[in-house]
């Protein structure tokens, strides 16, 4: 079981407290063999940018639930361009209005999942696009 | 594949002696594949490492040996040193995935340049370490970090492989964890240079300081290098920074030991040990990949799988037959090919 596991961060920026979504899906990914690198809430675009170069992450994910998600993932998209990490996927999941979606993708956001979204659909998308882009 | 890169191992490892840290994590992932450029990496980082001051810390899941590097990497960094941390956490025997879950106690050094952070799921490897984390330690000595900390995953009573690649070892209990006849075992109490009794603010810790303290002067004894293992309580968690405990006198001790290791030149004996092990992990890698290389192709691997099966044959015999074929062969390349580095 040694080689080329697909590494994930997952974590939240900003002020939200809200890690439920993150833990779930977190645990997820690493049922589905991948390694989840766990940043936890409260951080910051620089840190967890740090954290993909660092662990050579292969996809960083991030949850929102505070209505946060416009403020910080265009912040992310920017950091990622700046570091050259533009093999990394970037998902963002949690809860947010319908219309964000395309406003998010149009940022740079590789994909979305809304409240809602099936498990296996993530772990699909993910085990399809890592390491695909760039 | 979009993320393979074409850069030669030369390239990676200039880079990474340079500072690069993507090209860093890039090389120790290849560490963690185990791919077929490993050898190759390893030669060019080899000869940069082995200048720094390697700490373990090991102890059971939960007793807090990430917040106490979370301190320990403050402290260092006060002084100026550069540290890097090597965090190993379990891989599921199921799914081979992790949760590594270390990096969120180290958030505070999240954007310090003078800190490289990385963490690493043990892909079925015992010992309470990964396969490639004494590897992973070489590169980030080669780095130029003063100090690499290594922090083994939640650590039962056998998981001793950290006293092969640390300087000083770290042992982290939390109080009720039993008796003093647990701490009298064998295993993992023995290998401590330094014993922490973190959370030490909790009821219960007064009673286990005492008995961990008899349970030392039992142990005075029996160390060969006469280093009496201090006893250290701290608290490494609180809301308020003023009830932290301990992190000085942690700090203290092993430069203590250190210092210890350099006077009475203890610190050859530990540098051999580590190179013993480098060498035994490699060369049983080596081995294995050369025979089962040889066999690739042939069916035999399958026919001896069956022999066993239908109880014609046993493991060992296998084995044995295996080898006496293949070693010869080796002892041949090895007679003939007339290496520059041949001592």
Known sequence: MNRDKIKVIVSKVGLDGHDRGAKVVATLLKEAGMEVVYLGMYQTPEGVIRAAIDEDADVIGLSYLSGEHLVYTPKIVNEMKKSGLNDVLLVVGGSFPPEDVPVMKEMGVDEVFRGGSLTKSIVDYIKKNAREKG | ?????????????????????????????????????????????????????????????????????????????????????????????????????????????????????????????????????????????????????VETLGAGQDEVDIIHVAQTCVLVLTPNMGDDIQAMKAGIMEIADIIVLNKADLDGAILCLRSLEATIQFAISQREDGWVSPLISTVASAAKTEDLQGINELMKTIRDHQEYLHESRAIDEVQAKRIEQELGLVFKDEVQKFIFKGLKGTGKKRQYIKAIFEGRTDPYSVVEEVLSTFLKVGAKVNETSGSKKHI
């Open chain 2, 1 to 149: 594949m979009a993320k393979t890169r074409s850069d030669s191992p030369e390239e990676m490892v200039q880079k990474l002696l340079a500072g690069d840290r993507r090209a860093a994590a890039r090389t120790i992932t290849l560490m963690e594949n185990q791919s077929e450029k490993n050898n190759q990496v390893m030669k060019l980082v080899y000869p940069h490492a082995g200048k720094s001051m390697v700490i373990g810390l090991t102890g059971s899941g939960g007793s807090g040996k990430s917040s106490l590097i979370n301190h320990l990497i403050r402290r260092y960094r006060d002084q100026g040193k550069r540290v890097g941390v090597v965090a190993v956490d379990p891989s599921s025997p199921f799914s081979g995935g992790a949760l590594l879950g270390d990096r969120i106690r180290f958030q505070a050094h999240s954007m310090d340049d003078g800190v490289y952070i990385r963490s690493m799921g043990s892909r079925g490897y015992l010992g309470g370490l990964a396969r490639s984390t004494s590897d992973v330690v070489r590169i980030m000595e080669a780095m130029g970090n003063d100090v690499v900390i």
